[in-house]
């Protein structure tokens, strides 16, 4: 089984930055493809980023509108989600997952962190 935990979050202003990161371990979770999701209260969970740990370009929801980035450490089994000039609206708990293949629907990753709390003060 897959274990994933994130850390990272916390409190920050707006126009700031954060790096997430999610640490993997467990069986054959190098076959998994990575996920970056978040939630924010009364919303549906909402994709951001994925990448395969072969670390081919990542994929991108519209909406990160190019101010997070996606990365991955093999060395550290580790992704991470990079995300600057953080507005009021970035504000939600923010989960990595696992999934055989990169899909931006949340019901196809079989494996989910505990999530890390984002707020963004304005």
């Known amino acids: 089984q897959v274990q994933l935990v994130e850390s990272g979050g916390g409190l920050v202003q707006a126009g700031g930055s954060l790096r997430l990161s999610c640490a993997a371990s467990g069986r054959a979770f190098r076959s998994y493809v990575m996920g970056w999701f978040r939630q924010a209260p009364g919303k549906e969970r909402e994709f951001l980023a994925a990448?395969?740990?072969?670390?081919?370009?990542?994929v991108y929801a519209d909406s990160t509108n190019g101010r997070f980035t996606m990365s991955g450490d093999n060395a550290k089994n580790t992704v991470y989600l990079q995300m600057n000039s953080l507005k009021s609206e970035d504000s939600a708990i923010y989960y990595c997952a696992a999934a055989g293949r990169i899909t931006t629907t949340p019901k196809e990753y079989d494996v989910w962190g505990q999530g890390t709390q984002v707020t963004v003060s304005s």
């Open positions: 990448i395969p740990w072969s670390r081919s370009a990542p």
